[in-house]
């Protein structure tokens, strides 16, 4: 089974509508974060948490949300999607310190909005 | 604020081949850097990482990287490329401690394509 899952793979959905990307994993780390890519830009961070009581903001956070249930989960939110949040969405876990520097991503989940 | 500058944004190659990526990072403080790899339809995966030590860094599938601290670069290369590594690969760095320790600044990819 794989470390990281995100569900759904694939999600279509229209200008407006509230949607909600899932993140798990099973490696026992603290810190959690969510990017987005775009062609040419590379990705992004949206959110990210270092323990389930701290969240913080990354650079392009305009428009979503995120909730950390527990240590293993994190999920991201669109609160009113529009068109240019079409995008594919990673997750990721890491830990840090002890030469542990490594972020482990997840599958990704495509998004269309309409 | 740090920023990461990958400087070719495509690198068609034939197979066996060599090949650079090149990156150039920008930061006021020390930094650990890496280069990650997306193969079609897959998430990323760590090639390789510089922490500390020997600025020569060798990673998975005979990828290796060399930090340069003056010219603030850590292009990757390979000597003899296959098809399979037809690849986007992520230049990406982060501050080697302080607040945003671990959080990744990424560069903005280079899709590399090796041709048989």
């Known amino acids: 089974d794989a470390d990281v899952t995100q569900t759904p793979r694939n999600r279509i959905t229209k200008t407006g509508k509230r949607i909600m990307l899932e993140c798990s994993q099973t490696?026992?780390?603290?810190?959690m974060y969510w990017y987005r890519q775009d062609p040419g830009l590379g990705l992004r961070l949206i959110y990210y948490?270092?323990?389930?009581?701290?969240?913080n903001k990354g650079e392009i956070s305009d428009g979503y949300s995120v909730s950390r249930q527990a240590q293993a989960k994190f999920s991201l939110s669109l609160e009113s999607a529009i068109p240019n949040q079409t995008a594919l969405y990673f997750c990721?876990?890491?830990?840090?310190?002890?030469?542990?520097?490594?972020?482990?991503f997840g599958p990704g989940t495509r998004l269309l909005v309409l | 604020a740090q920023s990461v500058t990958q400087l070719d944004s495509q690198v068609p190659v034939f197979e066996e081949a060599p090949v650079e990526l090149r990156c150039n990072y920008s930061?006021?403080?020390?930094?650990?850097l890496f280069w990650y790899v997306q193969y079609p339809n897959q998430g990323l995966q760590l090639l390789l990482k510089?922490?500390?030590?020997?600025?020569l860094v060798k990673g998975i599938n005979g990828f290796e990287a060399e930090f340069n601290k003056s010219q603030t670069s850590f292009h990757l290369r390979k000597p003899s490329v296959h098809i399979s590594d037809t690849a986007e690969y992520f230049c990406?760095?982060?501050?080697?401690?302080?607040?945003?320790?671990?959080?990744?600044?990424f560069g903005q990819g280079t899709i590399l394509t090796v041709h048989p």
């Open positions: 948490s270092f323990d389930v009581k701290d969240i």
């Open positions: 490696k026992g780390h603290d810190r």
């Open positions: 990406a760095v982060t501050n080697a401690g302080g607040t945003s320790y671990g959080k990744l600044t």
């Open positions: 930061s006021s403080v020390s930094v650990y």
């Open positions: 990721a876990t890491s830990e840090v310190g002890g030469g542990r520097e490594t972020q482990y």
């Open positions: 510089y922490l500390s030590g020997s600025t």
